[in-house]
């Protein structure tokens, strides 16, 4: 009786990995399915602030982070105006200026380059903040 339980649990066991494995490959996949999102709009139209910039700051820990390190919260676009110690972190209609994007920069103009500790933001998904910025850092 004790070996068949113990059997039983172990196959649960196995099955429990099994699905987690099932699980993790699954999320192995979405990220750059994803990512295709944000990026596919930098182009073109208008980008939501909403759905394509806040997934950004959400996937890349910013969130975890800045519900007030340094002074700066980046849940809303009023958060974001309002900014940190330095000042806003946005300045509508002109990305090169906004210390968001300097921040995830290679060459940030003080502390450390952003998400600190990395994995940092590639170009494609810096464009597409930018691209939102330059489009007048809409709350959309
Ligand atoms: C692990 C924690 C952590 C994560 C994740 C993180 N930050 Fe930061 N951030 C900090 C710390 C600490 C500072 C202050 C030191 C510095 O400037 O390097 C800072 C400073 C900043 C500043 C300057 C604020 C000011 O006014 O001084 C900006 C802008 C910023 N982060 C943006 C971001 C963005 C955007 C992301 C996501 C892509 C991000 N951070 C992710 C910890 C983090």
Do not use: E
């Amino acid at each position: 009786m004790a070996t068949a339980s113990r059997t039983r649990v172990l196959i649960a066991v196995l099955l429990g990995a099994l699905f987690l494995a099932g699980g993790c490959t699954d999320m192995g996949v979405s990220p750059p399915a994803s990512a295709a999102g944000p990026d596919s709009t930098a182009g073109g139209g208008g980008v939501s602030f909403a759905n394509n910039v806040l997934p950004i700051f959400d996937r890349y820990g910013c969130y975890g982070c800045h519900g007030g390190t340094n002074g700066l919260v980046v849940g809303t676009v009023a958060d974001l105006l309002r900014g940190g110690i330095h000042g806003p972190a946005i300045v509508p209609g002109k990305a090169d200026s906004s210390l968001i994007m300097k921040k995830t920069s290679p060459t940030p103009p003080f502390g450390d380059r952003m998400p600190l500790g990395g994995p940092y933001l590639p170009d494609s998904v810096r464009a597409v903040i930018g691209a939102w910025i330059n489009q007048g850092a809409k709350d959309n």
